[in-house]
């Protein structure tokens, strides 16, 4: 069985790589490397079995505060370039797939649950998923 929670939020990135100058980062880039919003949704997904007592796979409430906890706070309404578990990333919708990924697979298993997949649409026409 399979349970999808979407959460909403809106940030900033500007698409950047440390390593090389000015000019090859324009190339690389193009209109990406100036600083830009999105509206983000993002559906993570859980398997797992029902636990007889609740007829629950997990909690949504407790899915909810872990997602809204661990990276909403975090993420809504800021540079996706500055949030902690970004540090050092190319703040890309594919490195901000695997490090959620990272961020929630601990916390949803205390839940019971497994993590099955993190789905993030950063533009009506572009949507990203890692299975892991
Ligand atoms: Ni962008």
Redesign the pocket.
Known sequence: MYITRRERFSAS?RLINKEISPEENKKLFGK?YNP?G?NYEIFITISGEINEASGMIVDLKDLKKIINDKIIIKIDHNSLNEVDFMKNKIPTTENLCIQIWHELKKPIQSLGGKLYKIRIN?TENNYFEYFG
């Open positions: 990135h990406c830009h999105h950063e």
